[in-house]
């Protein structure tokens, strides 16, 4: 039984402070290393934390345990209320339509709607992607407190294409300009034949629990695309995040 409670203190310290070491766990919690090291398996094998940043030093959650959340809660699911306007906006854009969540350093892939056209993005579900190398990671970035945005720059900025952002200050000069206009933007700075415009879905307080976006061909992507698709995907995003809340106000509806 104490191994159990152990487990279950130690999945909440990590919830609250990820990503965290075994060290500081250990400290906090006022338990043996041993057993902590202990708990942090346990919750590793069992698909509740990962490693952060592929550092098995230090830990974060997966997505197992925002799904187990949301049905605990009660609430309209995410994907409840995103994906109807997820399929208005494809429907508007004919492009690939991406909702994400993050999960510690990136952002993880969790529905996609296809576009018709023959050419296309084609991502798996369940795909991580960086924060500072997509529109989807670069739009959560953005709109995550200054001290998620400094932890993510200390890990250093991993160059993926020649046009991935490396530069701290280039960066942040970005981030401010994505608050400013609502979305973010990608061109091949993940993979170079994949290009994409995102914004964030806020909750009550104004932090971002997924985001939403419009996904193409680096080819397609032209400035006049990027801007009008932009504009549709900031939209959404922001209809999705008050749709959401409204479901809280309300207390039911299905998961």
């Known amino acids: 039984m104490q191994s159990v ?23 906090t919690l006022d338990l043996p290393k041993s ?42 699911g995410l994907r409840d ?6 399929e208005e906006l494809r429907r508007r854009t004919d492009e690939t339509v991406h909702l994400t969540v993050p999960n510690g350093d990136k952002v993880v892939l969790i529905e996609r709607l296809e ?10 579900l369940g795909t ?23 932890r993510h720059l200390a890990y250093g900025l991993k160059e993926f294409t020649d046009t991935t952002v490396t530069d701290r200050k280039r960066l942040l000069d970005e981030l401010a300009l994505i608050r400013e206009r609502g979305y973010a933007t990608n061109s091949g700075e993940w993979r170079t034949d994949v290009s994409a415009v995102a914004a964030p879905v806020l909750d009550e307080s104004g932090l971002p629990i997924a ?45």
Do not use: F, Y
């Open 5 to 27: 409670l152990n487990a279950l203190r130690v999945l909440e310290e990590v919830s609250a402070r990820q990503p965290i070491g075994v060290a500081d766990l250990a400290r």
């Open 35 to 76: 057993s902590a090291q202990r708990a942090l398996r346990t919750l590793h094998t069992a698909g509740w934390i990962r490693p952060a940043g592929g550092e098995v030093t230090r830990w974060v959650l997966t997505t197992k345990a925002l799904q187990v959340g949301r049905r605990a809660t009660g609430e309209l």
């Open 81 to 86: 209320v995103a994906v109807p306007l997820m």
């Open 115 to 124: 576009t018709s056209k023959p050419v296309r993005i084609i991502l798996a």
């Open 128 to 150: 991580h992607l960086p924060l500072h190398a997509s529109a989807n990671g670069k739009a959560v970035l953005a709109a995550s407190p200054p001290e998620v945005m400094e």
């Open 211 to 255: 985001s939403i976006s419009v996904n193409m061909p680096t080819s397609r992507m032209t400035a006049e695309a990027s801007a009008t698709h932009g504009a549709l995907v900031s939209e959404t995003a922001r209809q999705v995040g008050a749709a959401l809340g409204d479901s809280r106000q309300g207390g039911t509806g299905r998961i």
